[in-house]
């Protein structure tokens, strides 16, 4: 059965694909919300503006999830909170690799990843950017999921740690039940196929098996926290 296997392994090699995925996200206050924030367009503003997430995949099926940084921003950091640096979701083993830095410090967090099965499908199609995508939806008790995958990409993968369905995530909307809540809003903007995958190999290649528990992580910020509490006597104070 070894034999088997390793004789596969370059076969289904030449079939697998590198992708590089672009997705634009946002959220969307209710009408409620703009209205209590009418004298603070600027909030508004900065709340709704638009974000950039790359998702590469591999030939693994290993999904690398990245925020890409704004351009003149001032990079501010916030003391008392940390910095999700990538993501890396394996979504046949169920696992999920976090690079995260509190401060100077960085942590590699290794936990089990929780895909939601409840989906219901749908026969609904539409065309996202010339792929043609799929319906799914999911209730649950705050919200309503609504996802467009592609069939024809063959990945679980999807943005914002999203994925499990049988093909690519292309756009998800979250819909609140509630009046006051925001609308999360992400659709995939461009696709390519990569051949050379030197521009996000080096992330899977660094996953490293000196992680610690998702569980151990929280105790280390709730730590950090008191100590920043402490100090400065708030919730954390803006850092240059």
């Given at each position: 059965?070894?034999?088997?296997?390793?004789?596969?392994?370059?076969?289904?090699?030449?079939?697998?694909?590198?992708?590089?995925?672009?997705?634009?996200?946002?959220?969307?206050?209710?009408?409620?919300?703009?209205?209590?924030?009418?004298?603070?367009?600027?909030?508004?503003?900065?709340?709704?503006?638009?974000?950039?997430?790359?998702?590469?995949?591999?030939?693994?099926?290993?999904?690398?999830?990245?925020?890409?940084?704004?351009?003149?921003?001032?990079?501010?950091?916030?003391?008392?909170?940390?910095?999700?640096?990538?993501?890396?979701?394996?979504?046949?083993?169920?696992?999920?690799?976090?690079?995260?830095?509190?401060?100077?410090?960085?942590?590699?967090?290794?936990?089990?990843?929780?895909?939601?099965?409840?989906?219901?499908?749908?026969?609904?199609?539409?065309?996202?950017?010339?792929?043609?995508?799929?319906?799914?939806?999911?209730?649950?008790?705050?919200?309503?999921?609504?996802?467009?995958?592609?069939?024809?990409?063959?990945?679980?993968?999807?943005?914002?740690?999203?994925?499990?369905?049988?093909?690519?995530?292309?756009?998800?909307?979250?819909?609140?039940?509630?009046?006051?809540?925001?609308?999360?809003?992400?659709?995939?903007?461009?696709i390519e196929t990569i051949n050379n995958d030197k521009e996000f190999n080096s992330y899977f290649n660094n996953i490293s098996d000196k992680t610690i528990s998702r569980g151990e992580f929280d105790?280390?910020?709730?730590?950090?926290?008191?100590?920043?509490?402490?100090?400065?006597?708030?919730?954390?104070?803006?850092?240059?």
């Amino acid at each position: 059965m070894k034999i088997f296997i390793l004789f596969l392994l370059p076969f289904v090699s030449l079939f697998a694909q590198n992708y590089k995925v672009e997705y634009e996200g946002k959220s969307l206050l209710s009408e409620q919300e703009k209205k209590r924030l009418a004298a603070y367009p600027d909030i508004i503003e900065q709340y709704e503006s638009p974000k950039t997430y790359d998702l590469f995949v591999n030939e693994n099926n290993l999904c690398l999830s990245k925020e890409r940084p704004k351009l003149n921003s001032n990079n501010m950091e916030m003391i008392g909170s940390y910095t999700i640096n990538y993501t890396i979701i394996n979504p046949v083993e169920k696992i999920i690799y976090e690079d995260i830095n509190i401060e100077n410090r960085n942590y590699k967090v290794k936990s089990p990843l929780k895909l939601d099965e409840n989906w219901v499908f749908s026969r609904d199609t539409k065309t996202i950017n010339g792929i043609v995508a799929t319906k799914a939806t999911m209730e649950k008790s705050k919200n309503t999921y609504e996802v467009w995958f592609a069939k024809s990409i063959k990945t679980k993968c999807g943005p914002n740690n999203f994925g499990g369905l049988p093909g690519l995530v292309l756009e998800i909307t979250i819909k609140p039940k509630n009046e006051t809540g925001s609308t999360p809003i992400v659709k995939m903007t461009n696709i390519e196929t990569i051949n050379n995958d030197k521009e996000f190999n080096s992330y899977f290649n660094n996953i490293s098996d000196k992680t610690i528990s998702r569980g151990e992580f929280d105790k280390i910020y709730e730590d950090y926290q008191k100590k920043v509490q402490e100090m400065y006597g708030g919730n954390g104070v803006d850092k240059d």
